[in-house]
């Protein structure tokens, strides 16, 4: 095969599938007949690379979204940016107990869980924006997205003041990002149906939990062995134990009540605004308070794992708050965003032959 021959077909490969085969046919041959017509068999290679090179080509028109896949990407994107702040806001108080375990299959699975979650609460928001449509819709993921940044502003804030724990200045990003994610959902919220057993379910699951973390807690508390000393010659740091252990019971005993507070009006609010929902998401709503409440209670018993440490079960800490932020994530998505495991099949195919 000659040079010419070789860009001829170089040319053809160019050119759009409809017209291949045509003009290869017609520069073959005008390269068989070159040498009877008086021209260079390089001239007409030269001229079909040119010709396939500078064919205007048309772009195929780009299909505009209906109004109903505009409708899926903005509920798409208010799930994403929903799920998203929720998962930042469960972030509070930044502190883990984490470690390997021994079991590799439940190592692994965390591992790959929380560093999925963490690339999930950066570019679920991005998304969001991009797919969002409609003015109400985008302010109420642009405040989303905004709260998403809590854990990064809470950093910021006690790299500056000094880190104190559970109750540093950072918190107050969390706080705000709460108001914030409140503000978001009353701008999207309007009533879709009524239901009462569904929404009362999910408030008494709520109020279940809290009772049985708060007694948990309570009883491994107070039957917690405390030393008889720590020696003979340790008398003063014994007394300063006893007095530091008894601030942190005090203290304790704050956290747990407050705990109930809260629990109480969760549970509350799921009732009530479940009252004005349809019997689907009423369930959704109380699922995610579930989730909510877990993570709560995984941050109170880390509380007391800083403060009496080995007293909780290890499976109450870092296990429980990953398992409820999956949960989190999930039902949002499903029950916000439109998220289905399955590909719904057009009608056409559920219509009888």
Same mark, same amino acid.
């Given at each position: 095969?000659?040079?010419?021959?070789?860009?001829?077909?170089?040319?053809?490969?160019?050119?759009?599938?409809?017209?291949?085969?045509?003009?290869?046919?017609?520069?073959?041959?005008?390269?068989?007949?070159?040498?009877?017509?008086?021209?260079?068999?390089?001239?007409?290679?030269?001229?079909?690379?040119?010709?396939?090179?500078?064919?205007?080509?048309?772009?195929?028109?780009?299909?505009?979204?209906?109004?109903?896949?505009?409708?899926?990407?903005?509920?798409?994107?208010?799930?994403?940016?929903?799920?998203?702040?929720?998962?930042?806001?469960?972030?509070?108080?930044?502190?883990?107990?984490?470690?390997?375990?021994?079991?590799?299959?439940?190592?692994?699975?965390?591992?790959?869980?929380?560093?999925?979650?963490?690339?999930?609460?950066?570019?679920?928001?991005?998304?969001?924006?991009?797919?969002?449509?409609?003015?109400?819709?985008?302010?109420?993921?642009?405040?989303?997205?905004?709260?998403?940044?809590?854990?990064?502003?809470?950093?910021?804030?006690?790299?500056?003041?000094?880190?104190?724990?559970?109750?540093?200045?950072?918190?107050?990003?969390?706080?705000?990002?709460?108001?914030?994610?409140?503000?978001?959902?009353?701008?999207?919220?309007?009533?879709?149906?009524?239901?009462?057993?569904?929404?009362?379910?999910?408030?008494?699951?709520?109020?279940?939990?809290? &009772?049985? +973390?708060?007694?948990?807690? @309570? $009883?491994?508390?107070?039957? #917690?062995?405390?030393?008889? *000393? %720590?020696? !003979?010659?340790?008398?003063?740091?014994?007394?300063?134990?006893?007095?530091?252990?008894?601030?942190?019971?005090?203290?304790?005993?704050?956290?747990?009540?407050?705990?109930?507070?809260?629990?109480?009006?969760?549970?509350?609010?799921?009732?009530?605004?479940?009252?004005?929902?349809?019997?689907?998401?009423?369930? &959704?709503? +109380?699922?995610?308070?579930? @989730? $909510?409440?877990?993570?709560? #209670?995984?941050?109170?018993? *880390? %509380?007391? !794992?800083?403060?009496?440490?080995?007293?909780?079960?290890?499976?109450?800490?870092?296990?429980?708050?990953?398992?409820?932020?999956?949960?989190?994530?999930?039902?949002?998505?499903?029950?916000?965003?439109?998220?289905?495991?399955?590909?719904?099949?057009?009608?056409?195919?559920?219509?009888?032959?």
């Amino acid at each position: 095969m000659s040079v010419s021959d070789l860009a001829v077909r170089i040319a053809a490969r160019i050119l759009p599938f409809s017209l291949r085969d045509r003009y290869r046919e017609q520069w073959s041959a005008d390269l068989r007949d070159a040498h009877e017509a008086g021209l260079r068999p390089m001239s007409i290679a030269f001229a079909a690379l040119a010709f396939a090179v500078t064919l205007d080509r048309p772009r195929e028109s780009r299909r505009l979204p209906t109004a109903e896949q505009r409708i899926r990407r903005s509920r798409l994107a208010i799930g994403l940016a929903l799920s998203a702040a929720l998962l930042s806001l469960s972030m509070f108080p930044r502190i883990t107990f984490g470690g390997m375990t021994g079991l590799v299959v439940w190592d692994y699975a965390s591992f790959f869980l929380t560093e999925l979650l963490n690339a999930y609460a950066v570019l679920a928001p991005i998304t969001a924006l991009i797919l969002v449509r409609g003015a109400r819709a985008r302010w109420s993921v642009t405040l989303l997205a905004i709260a998403t940044t809590a854990p990064l502003a809470a950093a910021l804030i006690d790299s500056t003041a000094g880190y104190g724990d559970y109750f540093s200045a950072g918190s107050g990003a969390f706080a705000a990002a709460g108001i914030v994610i409140t503000v978001a959902c009353g701008l999207l919220w309007h009533p879709s149906g009524r239901n009462v057993r569904t929404s009362l379910m999910g408030g008494i699951a709520v109020w279940v939990i809290a &009772a049985a +973390g708060i007694g948990y807690a @309570a $009883v491994m508390c107070l039957t #917690a062995a405390t030393p008889a *000393g %720590f020696g !003979e010659g340790n008398e003063a740091m014994y007394a300063d134990w006893i007095a530091a252990e008894l601030q942190f019971r005090a203290l304790l005993v704050q956290v747990l009540w407050s705990w109930a507070i809260v629990a109480a009006l969760l549970g509350v609010l799921v009732i009530v605004f479940g009252r004005r929902m349809s019997d689907r998401r009423a369930l &959704a709503l +109380g699922v995610a308070a579930v @989730a $909510v409440s877990l993570i709560g #209670a995984s941050g109170v018993f *880390g %509380f007391i !794992e800083l403060g009496m440490s080995g007293t909780l079960s290890p499976v109450l800490l870092a296990p429980l708050r990953l398992i409820a932020q999956v949960m989190l994530v999930s039902v949002t998505l499903v029950a916000v965003g439109g998220v289905r495991l399955q590909r719904r099949r057009p009608d056409s195919e559920l219509a009888p032959a």
